[in-house]
């Protein structure tokens, strides 16, 4: 029950309060009062957020915080000027951080004489300057890449993805980086949309230490985009395996030729791009087929991003920053490259497995490098509390002073393991919830609230000062405490998607229209408000899942599985896993003429693998029924479905979808129900 946990935390930790509050010791009200100034005095929030953006660096200072008189296209820091790459290596040089360490990256490959990774490259804020200067002359002098080309990029967890995302935005290109788990029908897709010219990849890519290909992938997506009239011209390919790989001279180039040649300290002045000009796009699923170009901005991105980085990690010039995702997810993108860059932090980034070669590889890595402040999904911390204790007790993590979590709600198990053996119930830690659409952390708990804000372990928090969200009924009225609702922001921040690249109508429809007449946010998800004002996340209200944290549209899997021969319908739900948190079941509704088999399983998951991606396929379970339950209208009636994968008697759900008679349901539930009893058995 929400509201009556446990709390574990009270210590007040007077040394985390982040550098520019660090004058202030909060007592509740105190913090209560400042926090409802941000969101309730729209003076007060404006302030809030020029104060975090007066402390960044300009080409050129803005004319006006927020520009609000097109809503939902609202507008931050208009006419100033910046680039994240400036902020990022530039800027930080400037500030005398030209040799302090700003990526420490760790290979998979592991060594199992001495005990200790393969590789391991450290750069300073200076390295990372020179190369990506270097890597923005040949995308500009070699493929000609200009202020607005947007490039795709299909690329593993190594540095040249971090240094191809700083050159491009000195040079005022923009990425769309697809996730390398992704299939070649998601990268067409994606590119397409994007108009990329130019796709950046591997040949391929350790895993649990065996090789994957990434170029074979890349080249088939080609093929796709050429029969929908859309040509790649380039390929970029970094060697990391060297692998034997497939080769077309006229399009495809190595990294390193490309990168032969190059005139020794070559500088490319970064450029100074609008406040509301766009970094970069990330595709994001949705609840049909076609995934949506989250655009975000440059200025108000690089603000959002700046605070939230300050306060929520408190991150410092002696810390040790490392979040786990990967940089092909939003989380990678914010908190593992441009936020910590922002703050000149040392972050670090690793290329493999969390069970590689063991299943204690994290906690060594924490140890060899004295990680203080830690960024990690629910999921990695359900698989990892398996194994016994003594994998994360015999490695010193005493200097983990932050540790949070992100993308899927946590359970409190989770979160006492995690603050128990990581934490050792001494750090401040919490969930911090955001989505791809928001560009950076919206709530959490952060450092210098723990006396005010005793932890609870599941909760997401308090929202961040200047963030106004409500748990909203159907007609977009607040929901009293403690009763469940749709989760919505209900105002404007600096990090908000600018708009769905190329479909500002898509924007308005899914995210502004929920509500009526209201202009209100909808995140997508349901949440409780507990009677101290923490916030509780509990999931998608929408029919998009989060397996292993990783976001996917029920309609993505569905709209796959019918391109199949075989396959004459099918009904994506999401059904519960103690590991995954969720993962992708499929009601499959087979042609005439074909049968269930155990082989057309395999051959239907082979299917999802190359239309979708191993991230969905390697879950998906596949269950063959004779029919998928509609409505009247056509709708699939998910309850009812959920009902029966979880086991529920018909009678639980309380509510069935619309215009349902109860005998249609109880006939599809049952007849549902024998079928999968046989495909289980
Ligand atoms: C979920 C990931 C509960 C939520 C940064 C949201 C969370 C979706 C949390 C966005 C959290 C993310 N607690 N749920 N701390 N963080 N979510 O776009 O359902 O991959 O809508 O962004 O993840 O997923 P996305």
């Known amino acids: 029950m929400p509201g009556t946990e446990e709390r574990i935390y009270d210590e007040f930790e007077t040394n985390l309060i982040p550098p520019s509050w660090r004058d202030r010791i909060w007592e509740k009200e105190d913090f209560r009062k400042f926090y409802e100034s941000t969101v309730k005095d729209r003076q007060a929030m404006e302030n809030w957020w020029e104060k975090w953006a007066d402390e960044l660096f300009w080409f050129k200072k803005w004319d006006k915080v927020l520009d609000d008189s097109n809503p939902p296209f609202y507008r931050w820091f208009v006419g100033g000027e910046t680039n994240l790459a400036y902020l990022d290596t530039d800027w930080q040089i400037a500030q005398g951080r030209k040799n302090k360490l ?27 300057y020179r190369e990506s200067n270097a890597f923005a002359y040949c995308l500009r002098e070699k493929l000609k890449v200009q202020k607005g080309d947007i490039l795709t990029f299909y690329l593993p967890m190594i540095p040249e993805l971090p240094l191809y995302m700083l050159a491009v935005q000195r040079l005022g290109a923009k990425h769309s980086i697809v996730y390398s788990g992704f299939s070649a029908e998601a990268i067409a897709q994606r590119a397409q949309d994007a108009g990329s010219r130019i796709i950046i990849t591997a040949d391929g890519v350790y895993r649990r230490g065996r090789i994957l290909s990434l170029k074979p992938i890349v080249d088939e997506a080609i093929k796709i985009c050429a029969q929908n009239g859309h040509e790649i011209e380039k390929v970029v390919v970094v060697k990391r395996t060297g692998q034997e790989t497939s080769w077309n001279e006229a399009k495809d180039i190595w990294h390193h030729d490309l990168l032969k040649d190059v005139p020794k300290n070559v500088r490319i002045e970064a450029q100074r791009l609008g406040s509301e000009d766009f970094s970069y796009i990330l595709y994001t699923s949705g609840t049909t087929a076609a995934p949506k170009g989250a655009q975000h901005s440059v200025g108000g991105y690089a603000v959002g991003l700046y605070a939230t980085t300050k306060c929520i990690f408190d991150l410092r010039d002696d810390d040790i920053y490392w979040c786990t995702a990967d940089i092909g997810w939003v989380t990678g993108h914010s908190y593992i490259v441009y936020g910590p860059l922002m703050v000149g932090a040392t972050s670090v980034m690793y290329e493999g497995a969390p069970d590689f070669p063991g299943p204690d590889r994290w906690w060594s890595i924490i140890e060899r490098y004295g990680v203080t402040v830690f960024y990690t999904a629910p999921t990695a911390i359900r698989m990892l509390m398996k194994f016994p204790e003594e994998n994360v007790k015999k490695y010193d993590l005493s200097t983990i002073r932050i540790a949070h979590s992100v993308g899927e709600p946590i359970n409190p198990e989770a979160f006492r393991w995690y603050y128990k053996h990581v934490g050792r119930e001494d750090i401040v830690a919490s969930s911090t919830w955001w989505m791809t659409e928001t560009g950076h952390m919206l709530t959490g708990h952060f450092p210098g609230l723990g006396k005010i804000f005793p932890l609870k372990p599941g909760t997401n928090g308090y929202p961040f000062p200047g963030i106004t969200m409500k748990v909203l009924d159907d007609d977009g009225n607040p929901c009293p405490p403690g009763v469940r609702g749709y989760w919505a922001i209900t105002s404007p921040y600096p990090g908000m998607l600018m708009t769905l690249y190329k479909n500002p109508q898509r924007y308005i429809d899914t995210y502004w229209s929920r509500f009526k007449d209201k202009m209100y946010f909808y995140t997508g998800d349901f949440a409780v408000k507990d009677p101290d004002g923490y916030i509780w996340v509990l999931g998608r209200a929408d029919d998009v899942l989060k397996v292993a944290g990783h976001r996917i549209g029920t309609a993505e899997v569905e709209s796959a599985m019918i391109k199949h021969p075989a396959v004459a319908e099918a009904a994506c739900i999401g059904r519960t896993d103690p590991v995954k948190g969720e993962i992708p ?97």
């Open 585 to 681: 079941f499929v009601f499959t509704v087979l042609k005439q003429g074909y049968s269930p088999s155990a082989e057309l399983g395999k051959e239907l998951k082979g299917h999802l693998r190359s239309t979708i991606g191993p991230l969905v396929a390697s879950d998906a379970v596949i269950a063959f029924v004779d029919l998928v339950p509609k409505t009247r209208s056509g709708k699939i009636m998910r309850r009812l479905l959920r009902a029966v994968i979880h086991g529920a008697a018909l009678g639980d759900v309380t509510t069935l979808e619309d215009g349902v008679a109860i005998e249609e349901a109880t006939k599809a539930y049952d007849v549902v129900k024998v079928a999968l009893e046989k495909t289980e058995g």
């Open 102 to 128: 700003a990526l420490i990256w760790e290979g998979e490959p592991w060594d199992e004489t001495s005990g200790q990774p393969k590789e391991v490259k450290k750069f300073t804020y200076y390295d990372l």
